[in-house]
């Protein structure tokens, strides 16, 4: 337990408390969906980009990795908890932007920043996970030695509020389409509804790849510190 108390000192050292979730990071969130959500609608690489730190995305799923090893019950949930809520929020966030966008019709053509994410292949999510496996334990050290160009750095290399937004604003479409605009075109909504699929696949490659990065460096120092 020590040398988990001395991970979330290191946490706490860049101002990241990692068993705290409140209305703060609930409105985090909410501002980093509708930045990522309008960059992608206009094609703005930069508001995609700095989507990715406002939220401090990572944060709720590195704090559900080190409380495994609490094997307290009660927090472990607590935790897996706060990461459904932070994905529940990003994606009915970006799902009211994508409704929005189709009923005013602002953004007609989808642009490349979201068909980016929307064209991943399935075939690739070894690459995905190898990729964030090595970013997680990147952050693991990074965290560790507080260095937080690195941490932001390896950030940026992880799709999180991205490709989670991507995904909620092609279910919006899908949704808009279907149930609202009723348009009997029912090529457009499956093939947003892939689009969604897509993006989704790509934020949990990711995710859990970090996750696991992450995981089995606290793993290792844990063990050769108690």
Same mark, same amino acid.
Do not use: W
């Given at each position: ?22 209305? @703060?990071?609930? *409105?985090? #969130?909410?501002? &980093?969906?509708?930045?990522? $959500? =309008?960059?992608? !609608? ?91 496996? @090595?970013?997680? *334990?990147? #952050?693991?050290? &990074?965290?560790?030695?507080? $260095? =937080?160009?690195? !941490? ?75």
């Amino acid at each position: 337990m020590a040398k988990l108390n001395t991970i979330h000192q290191e946490f706490e050292k860049l101002n990241i408390n990692v068993h705290k979730f409140d209305h @703060i990071n609930v *409105i985090l #969130i909410i501002i &980093a969906s509708i930045v990522a $959500s =309008v960059g992608l !609608l206009t094609n703005n690489y930069q508001s995609v980009i700095a989507s990715k730190i406002i939220g401090l995305a990572l944060i709720p799923f590195l704090s559900f990795a080190i409380l495994l090893f609490t094997l307290d019950k009660q927090k472990i949930l607590q935790s897996g908890i706060t990461c459904i809520i932070f994905i529940t929020v990003c994606l009915s966030v970006s799902m009211l932007i994508g409704m929005y966008n189709s009923h005013n019709q602002y953004v007609e053509e989808l642009t490349p920043e979201m068909l980016s994410r929307a064209n991943f292949k399935y075939e690739n999510i070894y690459l995905e996970l190898i990729m964030s496996f @090595i970013a997680g *334990i990147g #952050i693991f050290y &990074a965290i560790m030695k507080n $260095s =937080v160009v690195a !941490l932001i750095g390896l950030i940026f290399v992880i799709s999180i509020i991205p490709a989670i937004s991507n995904s909620g604003l092609f279910y919006g479409m899908a949704f808009y389409e279907h149930f609202i605009k009723q348009d009997p075109n029912i090529n457009k909504k499956k093939l947003y509804i892939d689009y969604g699929h897509h993006s989704m696949a790509l934020f949990i490659s990711n995710i859990i790849g970090v996750i696991i990065g992450f995981t089995l460096m606290v793993f290792l120092n844990y063990n050769n510190n108690t």
